[in-house]
């Protein structure tokens, strides 16, 4: 009897491990997604202008003299998505990212935490360096600039031309002295150490025989002696001699 309940528990056993095995299995690792690289930092060139509320009229010329400067210009910006982050409403029949992006330029207030989350994605999206935030404070305008490696703003202020609000022509330079790409270093040719070949071992160069002097000196005898044979043989006499040979017969 305890023979019998012995084999019995073990084919219980067996037929019940099959599937606490099969469950074990059948688990499986969830495949991780994959997500967009983003552009490095060292790949950025350039900077925008964003402006906020109420800064657009100052804001406009500032980005017509940057964009001007090749050592800052931030390539991938076009007219029309220049104006909108200036703070310029798209038209209604505007593209949807033009839409968009006006929606996150009005969204933007400051140095608050959500306005540098904002800042930061336009800065990835357009691919530059920074972006020169314009602000207007009662009548007085200033920019400062937000970096995309910080993801902060640059301590630094610019400010209009002194006795012209609309000119930042200043502001520019400074602007390209602390953020502008190196231009490219033309090397100028080396006239110092530079010298001449040396000529005396060489051969001298092959002349054709017409370039000769004596080539032309004897054409010129030649034609001489042809016309003194030719006047000392002409005959220039009235008459005319007939000489008459006899041979005998």
Do not use: K
């Amino acid at each position: 009897m305890r023979r019998l309940i012995l084999a019995a528990s073990v084919v219980v056993a067996v037929v019940v491990a099959p599937p606490a095995r099969a469950q074990s299995t059948s688990t499986s690792t969830p495949t991780p997604t994959s997500t967009p690289t983003p552009t490095p930092t060292s790949a950025r060139a350039g900077l925008a202008v964003v402006a906020l509320a109420g800064a657009t009229d100052a804001a406009w010329p500032l980005a017509q003299a940057l964009y001007a400067e090749p050592t800052v210009r931030a390539v991938g910006i076009d007219e029309p998505h220049a104006r909108v982050l200036c703070g310029e409403p798209p038209a209604p029949t505007a593209a949807v990212d033009l839409r968009d992006l006006s929606a996150t330029i009005a969204a933007v207030h400051g140095d608050d935490a959500p306005s540098r989350a904002l800042l930061t994605e336009i800065s990835r999206q357009f691919a530059v360096r920074g972006l020169v935030v314009v602000r207007v404070e009662g009548a007085h305008s200033s920019a400062r600039v937000f970096l995309v490696a910080t993801e902060a703003f640059d301590t630094a202020t610019y400010e209009p031309d002194e006795g012209s609000p609309l000119a930042w022509s200043a502001s520019v330079r400074l602007l390209a002295l602390s953020f502008g790409s190196a231009p490219p270093v033309v090397g100028a040719p080396q006239l110092a150490t530079h010298s001449e070949p040396n000529i005396q071992n060489s051969p001298p160069p092959r002349r054709h025989f017409y370039e000769s002097g004596w080539f032309w000196g004897a054409v010129v005898a030649a034609a001489i002696g042809g016309g003194a044979i030719y006047l000392a043989t002409r005959d220039n006499s009235g008459s005319t001699i007939h000489l008459e040979l006899q041979t005998p017969h």
